[in-house]
C-alpha cells in the first residue's frame, strides 16, 4: 500500500511542478509590466523601478520562478490591480459560495446520473434512448447559456425561483456566518425562511453547473454497467436467489462504480472551469465570478492566482479519488500492498 | 438409493430473435431428475446445453425466452413465474454452479460476504454470526482449508480450484433440492477436475441431493454419473444409464462422441472427430438434424425428409431412447 | 453461457417490423448528427454570402428589434442583424473547430507517436510536459493560454488547442503501444521489416479509428470552449459576430425582454456540439473503439 501511495504522491508532485512552469511561464508571457500595472500609467520610471526590484523581477529567470512558487505557498499571490486588495484574501472571502453552489451541483450530478445510469441499463430500449439524450443535451449545451435559459422560463416566465441576485434575495437577513455555506449556517441559526431561500437561489445555478459533471459521469456510469451487467457473476448471484434488479443494484452498480471514481477527479476540473462559466450569469459571489470580473476589468492578478490555484485543487483531487479507489478496490489494495 | 422425482422437464423449448430469424436453442426437452440421482447432459459446444440451464432457472433474458414447455420442481412449474417469486427458488431449491470459476463471484465482495448473502436471503431468521458460522461450516464441507480466516479474502486471492469449490458451497449453502452445474470443471486442470468431481459425489450421497451435470466432456460423465442424455442441435437425441450408453451408442452422433474421447488402450491410433459443423439453428432441415455429418444416415431419403421420433430402448434404464431411424437395429447389434 | 452469448450477440428484437423500428432508433441519433452538420456546414459556408446583411452592419433605426420578416433572430443594441452574425458566428465556430482539430491531431498526436516508439527517456520527457499540461482544467489551461499570450480569437484556438494536446497525445501513445504489442507487428519485426516502414504502414493506420473518433469529440469540445472563452471575454470581443460573445452582449437584454440577442446564438453552439459528440459516439460504436479522452 506505502509503495502505491508514494508512487501516487511523487507523480502528483511531479504534475504540480510542471503545472508550476506552464503558469509561470503564461505570467512571464503576458505583456505588460506587473510594476506598471500596479503603479499605473503616470508613475515615475524611479517608482516603477524600485517596486520591480522589490518584487524580485529584476533576478534570473529561476530566481523570479522559485520567488514565484514560493510567494505561492506563502498564499501571497499579489495584489489586484483593480482593487488594490490582496488576492487571496479575495479568493478566501468568496470561496465559500463556489464551494457551497459546486458540493450541491455534484450532489445533484451525482444522484442523476447513478439513478439515470442505473435505470437505462437495467432496461434498455426507449428508456435508455431517453436518458442518453438528455446526456448529449448536458453535454453539448453551454452552461453559461443554459442559465440564462432556465432563469427566462423559471424566473421571468414562471416566478418559480428567484432570478439572479446572489445567494438570498435582498429582503433576506443573511444568517451569522459559521461555516460560509449560507445553507448550513441558517440551519444552525434556526432560520427556516433564510434556508428556504438560500436553497431556492442554490437551484438554477446548481442545476446548470451539474449539467457537465452530469453527462460525464451518466455516460461513464452507463457503459460500465452494461459491461459488468453482462458477467457471469451477475448471472450467478440471480441464481442465488436475488431479483435482476438487485442483482443490478447490489453487485453491477458498486463494480461499475470503481472505474468511474477514479475517473471522477475530472468531475472537480469541470465544476471548477464550470463554476467561471457560470457564476457571473447568477451573480454568484464566488470566486468564478471573481475571475470573470477580474478579465473584463483587465485585473489579471486574480486570474493568474485562480490559474495556479485551480491546478492545485484538480491535482490534489486526482490523487485524493487514486487514493480513495485504492482503499476500496481489493484487487488495487492487493497489488499494492 | 434414488428417491423422488425433484425435476420434472416437460417440452421445453427456449429460443433466441436473431435479426435473421429466430434461433430455436432448446427444441421440446423433456425428463426427469430424481433425488440422489446424477444426470449428464453431453453436447458440444453450440447445442444448446448453456441455455437449457439458464432456461431451467428462469435466468433466459431477452433476446432469448421460453417458448413452451414446463420445469416443474418439486411439483411446481417454475416456468412463467416473475423475479419475485423465482428469486424465492433459485439459490433454494434449485441452484447453479457456473462454468467460469474466474467470473462466478463478486470480485470486490469477499468470499464470506458472497456466502452470508446468500444464507441470509433465504434464511432471514439467521443473524450474521450464526450465519458466518454456517458459512465457514461450509467453506470446510467443499473441503476449503482454513475456512475462518479465508472467509475474509477476495477471489482473486483464491485459486481457480478453490473458487470453484466456493462456488460449489453457495450453491449448496440453502441445502437445495437439485444442484445444475454447467461444465463445472471444463476451465480446470484435470487434477483438479478429478477433485472437484469426488466433491460433488460425496455430496450427492451425504446430502442425497440430485445432480443435473451439463458439459461438453464425456469423460467426465463416464466414471461419474448415473443417466447420460446426449443433446445435439437443441434436441436430446439418446437417453440411457451411462454404462449401456457406452458400451452400445444407439444414435450415431453418441458413437461419434465417444469415439472421439482418447482412449490410452487404442494409444496410436487415429482419434475421430466429427465432421461438420452443427446445423443452424435458425434453419433446421426437414429431416433428422444430425443427417448432412452422419456416416450411418448420410443422403438416405429417410433421414433427410423424416425427423426420427425417439425408438424406446427400455433394457437401458427407465426412459431410455434414441432418436435415430436406426436405433434399434443399432442397439440389437452391439448387443450381439 | 458461451452459446448463448455467441447468438444473443447477433441477437435484436422478435419481429420484423421492430428489427425496423430497433434500426431506426438505434441511427436516429446518427441521422439527426447528418442532419445538424449538412445544415451548419450550409450555413457557414452560404449562408453570409446569401443574406443581404452583413455581420457588422448597423440599423441605426432598429436597435434591439423583435424578430420579424426582416430580421428573423432580431437586431442587437446597435441595430446589427442577429440572423447576419448568427451565419458568421457558425463560420467562426466551425472554422476554430476545425483547425484546432487539425493542429491538436499533428501537434499532440505527434507527441503520441513520438512516445510511443521512441525510447524510455523520450516517452517520460514527453509525457511529464503533457501531464503538466493535463494538471489544469482544459478549460481553465485554455483561459491562461488567453491570458498569456492576450485575448482575441486567434490565441483563444491556440489555448483550446493546447488544452487538447493532452487528449490527443495520450491517446495516441496508449493505442501504439497497443499495437505494437499485437502479433503482427512482432512478426513485422522477425522478418526484418524496416521500422520507419512499420510506423507509416502498420502503426499510424491502425490509430485511425481512435483517433477519428477523438477528432469528432475534439471538436465538439473546441466550439464549447471556444463560446466560454467569448463568454468570459478571453476570446473573440464583442463586435466579432462569435456565438460566445454574442451570448455575453445578450446577457444583459435578456431579463429585460429582449432575449433573441442570446438565445440564438446557443442554440448554434448546442447544435454544433451535440452533432460532433452523436457522430463521435456513432464512430466509435461502429468502429469498435475502446476509449476517447473527453
Not at chain 3, 80 to 105: C, K, P, Q
Request: net charge positive; hydrophobic share 50%.
Amino acid at each position: 500500500m506505502s509503495r502505491f501511495l508514494i508512487g501516487r504522491l511523487g507523480a502528483s508532485l511531479v504534475s504540480l511542478f510542471g503545472a508550476s512552469l506552464v503558469a509561470f511561464l503564461i505570467l512571464r508571457l503576458s505583456p505588460g509590466d506587473p510594476a506598471r500595472l500596479f503603479l499605473g500609467p503616470f508613475a515615475g520610471r524611479e517608482a516603477v523601478d524600485a517596486l520591480r526590484v522589490e518584487l524580485g523581477l529584476d533576478g534570473s529567470l529561476a530566481s523570479q520562478y522559485l520567488l514565484y512558487i514560493a510567494n505561492f505557498l506563502r498564499g501571497d499571490w499579489g495584489f489586484s490591480y483593480s482593487t488594490g486588495q490582496p488576492v487571496a484574501t479575495l479568493i478566501a472571502r468568496r470561496f465559500p459560495a463556489t464551494l457551497e453552489l459546486g458540493l450541491f451541483a455534484f450532489l445533484l450530478a451525482f444522484v442523476a446520473a447513478v439513478a439515470l445510469a442505473l435505470v437505462a441499463a437495467y432496461r434498455r430500449g426507449p428508456t435508455d434512448a431517453g436518458a442518453r439524450a438528455v446526456s448529449f443535451f448536458a453535454m453539448g449545451v453551454p452552461p453559461f447559456w443554459f442559465g440564462l435559459v432556465l432563469l427566462l422560463v423559471f424566473f421571468e416566465a414562471l416566478g418559480w425561483l428567484p432570478g439572479p441576485d446572489g445567494r438570498l434575495s435582498l429582503r433576506t437577513i443573511p444568517p451569522p456566518a459559521v461555516t460560509g455555506f449560507v445553507t448550513v449556517d441558517a440551519l444552525l441559526a434556526g432560520d427556516g425562511a433564510a434556508f428556504r431561500d438560500a436553497l431556492a437561489h442554490l437551484i438554477l445555478p446548481g442545476v446548470t453547473l451539474a449539467l457537465m459533471p452530469f453527462s460525464f459521469l451518466f455516460r461513464l456510469l452507463r457503459a460500465n454497467l452494461i459491461d459488468i451487467a453482462r458477467e457471469p457473476f451477475i448471472t450467478v448471484a440471480r441464481s442465488r436467489g436475488l431479483t435482476r434488479w438487485w442483482a443490478f443494484v447490489r453487485h453491477a452498480l458498486p463494480n461499475a462504480f470503481l472505474p468511474t471514481l477514479t475517473a471522477s477527479g475530472l468531475l472537480f476540473g469541470q465544476l471548477l472551469a464550470g463554476s467561471v462559466l457560470v457564476e457571473r450569469v447568477f451573480v454568484w459571489p464566488g470566486v468564478g465570478a471573481l475571475v470573470t470580473d477580474g478579465v473584463l476589468k483587465q485585473d489579471f492578478s486574480v486570474v493568474q492566482a485562480f490559474i495556479l490555484l485551480s491546478a492545485v485543487i484538480y491535482v490534489l483531487c486526482n490523487l485524493a479519488v487514486d487514493l480513495i479507489a485504492g482503499l476500496i478496490d481489493p484487487r488495487v489494495a492487493g497489488a499494492a500492498r | 438409493m434414488t428417491g423422488n422425482v425433484v425435476l420434472d422437464i416437460a417440452g421445453l423449448s427456449a429460443e433466441f430473435a436473431t435479426r435473421e430469424g429466430t434461433a430455436h436453442v432448446v427444441r421440446d426437452v423433456g425428463f426427469t431428475v430424481r433425488a440422489g440421482e446424477k444426470v449428464a447432459i453431453v453436447g458440444e459446444s453450440g447445442s444448446g446445453k448453456s441455455t437449457f440451464a439458464l432456461a431451467l432457472l428462469g435466468l433466459l433474458d431477452p433476446p432469448g425466452r421460453i417458448a413452451a414447455g414446463a420445469v416443474r420442481l418439486d411439483g411446481r412449474d417454475l416456468v412463467g413465474l416473475g423475479e419475485g417469486a423465482l428469486k424465492r427458488v433459485r439459490g433454494r431449491s434449485i441452484s447453479l454452479v457456473f462454468q467460469d470459476p474466474m467470473g462466478a463471484l463478486d470480485p470486490i465482495k469477499t468470499i464470506g460476504a458472497q456466502l452470508v448473502d446468500t444464507l441470509r436471503r433465504h434464511q432471514p431468521g439467521l443473524s450474521r454470526a450464526d450465519a458466518r458460522r454456517r458459512a465457514a461450516e461450509l467453506l470446510r464441507e467443499v473441503e476449503v482449508g482454513d475456512a475462518e480466516r479465508r472467509l475474509d479474502d477476495y477471489p482473486h486471492q483464491y485459486s481457480g480450484g478453490m473458487r470453484q469449490r466456493v462456488m460449489i458451497a453457495i450453491a449448496i449453502a440453502n441445502d437445495p433440492d437439485i444442484v445444475v452445474a454447467d461444465e463445472p470443471t471444463t476451465a480446470l486442470d484435470v487434477t483438479t477436475q478429478a477433485q472437484i468431481l469426488a466433491l460433488f459425489d460425496r455430496l450427492v450421497a451425504r446430502r442425497g441431493l440430485a445432480l443435473l451435470m451439463i458439459t461438453h466432456n464425456l469423460a467426465v460423465v463416464a466414471n461419474f454419473c448415473d443417466t447420460l442424455q446426449v443433446m445435439y442441435a437443441g434436441r436430446i437425441v439418446e437417453r440411457g444409464a451411462v454404462d449401456a450408453v457406452f458400451e452400445r451408442p444407439a444414435h450415431p452422433y453418441t458413437e461419434a462422441l465417444i469415439e472421439s474421447i482418447p482412449d490410452p488402450a487404442r494409444r496410436g491410433a487415429r482419434l475421430r472427430t466429427i465432421e461438420g459443423l452443427p446445423p443452424d439453428l435458425r434453419r433446421l432441415p426437414t429431416g433428422c438434424s444430425f443427417e448432412p455429418r452422419c456416416p450411418v444416415g448420410r443422403g438416405r431419403p429417410v433421414c433427410r425428409t423424416v425427423a426420427p421420433p425417439p425408438v424406446p430402448l427400455a433394457d437401458r434404464g427407465p426412459g431410455a431412447f434414441a432418436e435415430c431411424h436406426f436405433a434399434a437395429e443399432r442397439a440389437g447389434e452391439g448387443a450381439a | 453461457m458461451s452459446e448463448a452469448g455467441s447468438i444473443a450477440a447477433g441477437a435484436r428484437p422478435r419481429s420484423r417490423s421492430r428489427a425496423v423500428l430497433a434500426s431506426l432508433r438505434r441511427n436516429a441519433g446518427f441521422g439527426l448528427a447528418l442532419v445538424l452538420t449538412v445544415v451548419l456546414l450550409l450555413l457557414a459556408i452560404a449562408g453570409p454570402s446569401l443574406w443581404h446583411l452583413g455581420p457588422l452592419d448597423m440599423d441605426f433605426g432598429a436597435p434591439l428589434a423583435a424578430p420579424s420578416f426582416a430580421h428573423p433572430m432580431g437586431t442587437d443594441s446597435n441595430g446589427r442583424d442577429v440572423f447576419a452574425r448568427f451565419l458568421a458566428g457558425a463560420r467562426i465556430s466551425l472554422a476554430v473547430g476545425a483547425a484546432v482539430v487539425v493542429t491538436g491531431l499533428i501537434v499532440g498526436g505527434g507527441i503520441g507517436i513520438a512516445a510511443g516508439i521512441g525510447g524510455r527517456v523520450l516517452d517520460t520527457v514527453l509525457m511529464r510536459i503533457v501531464d503538466a499540461l493535463a494538471a489544469f482544467p482544459p478549460l481553465i489551461l485554455a483561459m491562461a493560454i488567453t491570458v498569456g499570450l492576450g485575448v482575441g480569437l486567434t490565441t483563444a484556438a491556440f489555448g483550446i488547442m493546447l488544452s487538447c494536446v493532452p487528449f490527443f497525445a495520450r491517446l495516441m501513445r496508449a493505442d501504439i503501444l497497443r499495437i505494437r504489442a499485437l502479433p503482427f507487428i512482432e512478426a513485422s519485426v522477425a522478418v526484418g521489416v524496416g521500422r520507419w516502414r512499420i510506423v507509416g504502414r502498420h502503426l499510424l493506420p491502425h490509430t485511425a479509428p481512435t483517433m477519428l473518433v477523438q477528432c469528432a469529440s475534439v471538436f465538439g469540445y473546441a466550439i464549447l470552449t471556444l463560446a466560454g472563452l467569448g463568454f468570459i471575454g478571453l476570446g473573440a470581443q464583442i463586435p466579432e459576430p462569435e456565438w460566445g460573445a454574442m451570448i455575453t452582449d445578450g446577457l444583459q437584454y435578456a431579463l429585460t425582454g429582449q432575449w433573441w440577442l442570446a438565445l440564438f446564438p446557443g442554440f448554434g453552439v448546442l447544435a454544433a456540439v451535440v452533432a460532433a459528440n452523436l457522430l463521435a459516439d456513432h464512430a466509435q460504436a461502429v468502429l469498435g473503439v475502446r476509449g476517447r479522452e473527453r
